[in-house]
Nanobody, 122 residues
Framework: VQLQAFGGGLVQTGGSLRLSCAAG???????MGWFRQAPGKEREFVAT????????NYAESVKGRFTISRDRAKNTVYLQMNNLKPEDTAVYLC?????????????????WGQGTQVTVSS
């Protein structure tokens, strides 16, 4: 499965961005997730959503600011990011889980897309 993430960019503190991930038809029965990796840091979980769009789960650092959603008809997963902070700066990657329900561990995910850079200026 080839995953492609789009929508990154440069935004000021407090701004918003919407990331998209083209997941492909074979991902429709799988949970999907977003992770991020900042320079010199480990990859960290951001958000996940189950195969049918339910049970969204978020990292504490983004709760209340980020919203994950999916459009199964379009095979696309979204990450709406509001009230962005400089510490959100990272490469954001989407991933396909091996399960129908999502998890926060990278080991749950079997396919990873190329990331999209998000830079938040102070």
């Amino acid at each position: 499965v080839q995953l492609q993430a789009f929508g990154g960019g440069l935004v000021q503190t407090g701004g918003s961005l919407r990331l998209s991930c083209a997941a492909g038809r074979t991902s429709s029965n799988n949970a999907m997730g977003w992770f991020r990796q900042a320079p010199g840091k480990e990859r960290e979980f951001v958000a996940t959503i189950s195969w049918n769009g339910g049970a969204p789960n978020y990292a504490e650092s983004v709760k209340g600011r980020f919203t994950i959603s999916r459009d199964r008809a379009k095979n696309t997963v979204y990450l709406q990011m509001n009230n962005l902070k400089p510490e959100d700066t990272a490469v954001y990657l989407c991933a396909k889980s091996r399960y129908a329900s999502g998890g926060s561990e990278a080991g749950h995910y079997v396919s990873w897309g190329q990331g999209t850079q998000v830079t938040v200026s102070s």
